[in-house]
């Protein structure tokens, strides 16, 4: 069993900075990726960013030249961080995990973008 647990989540003002940390503990291999989900009220969960075991990373459209995704060293680590908040970026942010099993996912923690 994997659990992913994420933190850094909160209220910024527009144009803020946050960064997003998710560790993974327990029953893990070797992970083909890591990467990072939001849903917002009333909208369908959606792809932020993604980086591969390889080192491929793909972002959201709407995200692109704002948030960074990484890795920890220990490769069970991965981060988000989210530069120029806007409002629309406010959402219930999921880490993800991939492996041979299939995919695994965090609980979540609410970002909240104010005016």
């Known amino acids: 069993q994997v659990q992913l647990v994420e933190s850094g989540g909160g209220l910024v003002q527009t144009g803020g900075s946050l960064r997003l940390s998710c560790a993974a503990s327990?029953?893990?291999?070797?992970?083909?990726?890591m990467g990072w989900y939001r849903q917002a009220l009333g909208k369908q969960r959606e792809l932020v960013a993604a980086?591969?075991?390889?080192?491929?990373?793909d972002y959201a459209e709407s995200v692109m030249g704002r948030f960074t995704i990484s890795r920890g060293n220990a490769k069970n680590t991965v981060y988000l961080q989210m530069n120029s908040l806007k409002r629309e970026d406010t959402a219930v942010y999921y880490c993800?995990?991939?492996?041979?099993?299939?995919?695994?996912w965090g609980q979540g923690t609410q970002v909240t973008v104010s005016s």
């Open positions: 993800n995990a991939n492996d041979l099993v299939g995919n695994h």
């Open positions: 327990g029953s893990i291999f070797s992970f083909n990726a």
């Open positions: 980086i591969t075991s390889r080192g491929r990373i």
